[in-house]
């Protein structure tokens, strides 16, 4: 059982460089999430999609792009990345919304030097 | 705009005793209200998910209630343990689909 799969779980980018964040998920889920979690702080939600080919904005997107081509994946862009950008990202999903729950990867720790 | 906040931020309590953590909402229309866990360094786990239709759920030592009108939960841990010590988040799903939650609870529960 995959479940939610993150890669990389780690990286370091310098300023200015663009990198994707991957996110697959093995459970025929039609909503995924992207957040980030900065220290000693909840989670922010970046984007959403409830579904392929439909993504939506949440509290903080700016600085970054999704698409969701398959229901299997949706990678996050970091086009020009910048140190407020060092974090831990978190990607989920889940089925529905009524009586579903979200599961979470294990996360990407990123560090834009 | 949906906003959720947990009290307390912090919370410390010698190891047995009984305890709530607080999480409310500002928009009650949800689908749903879900209680995470979080070890430091770690993902989430998810403890209990509350449908908006209902009152509680139970998990072992975990019970979460909602009083969706008010815009408040809260997730009860019976004779907390060592083990117990960790951030807890709660998440709320709204009918546009968003997934929005608070800023956490850490909890530590002392020998």
């Known amino acids: 059982n995959a479940g939610v799969t993150q890669t990389p779980k780690f990286r370091i980018l310098k300023i200015g460089q663009s990198m994707t964040l991957q996110c697959t998920q093995d459970?025929?889920?039609?909503?995924m999430y992207w957040y980030r979690q900065d220290p000693g702080m909840g989670l922010k939600l970046i984007y959403y999609?409830?579904?392929?080919?439909?993504?939506d904005k949440g509290e903080v997107p700016n600085g970054y792009n999704v698409s969701r081509s398959t229901t299997e994946d949706f990678p996050l862009r970091l086009e020009l990345a910048a140190p407020s950008q060092t974090s831990v990202y978190f990607c989920?999903?889940?089925?529905?919304?009524?009586?579903?729950?979200?599961?979470f990867g294990q996360g990407t720790r990123l560090t834009v030097v | 705009k949906q906003e959720v906040t947990q009290i307390p931020a912090a919370l410390s309590v010698p190891e047995g005793e009984n305890l709530v953590l607080n999480c409310s909402f500002t928009?009650?229309?949800?689908?749903?209200l879900q209680w995470f866990r979080q070890d430091p360094g770690k993902g989430l786990t998810s403890l209990l998910l509350?449908?908006?239709?209902?009152r509680e759920q139970t998990s072992g030592r975990l019970n979460a209630s909602l009083d969706k009108s008010s815009g408040r939960s809260t997730l009860y841990i019976a004779a907390s343990q060592p083990g117990d010590s960790a951030t807890y988040l709660c998440?709320?799903?709204?009918?546009?689909?968003?997934?929005?939650f608070g800023q956490g609870t850490t909890l530590q529960v002392k020998p």
């Open positions: 928009d009650s229309a949800i689908y749903n």
């Open positions: 999609s409830v579904g392929a080919g439909i993504t």
């Open positions: 998440a709320v799903r709204s009918n546009t689909g968003k997934l929005i």
């Open positions: 509350i449908q908006s239709s209902q």
């Open positions: 459970m025929n889920h039609n909503y």
């Open positions: 989920a999903s889940s089925y529905g919304l009524v009586n579903t729950e979200a599961f």
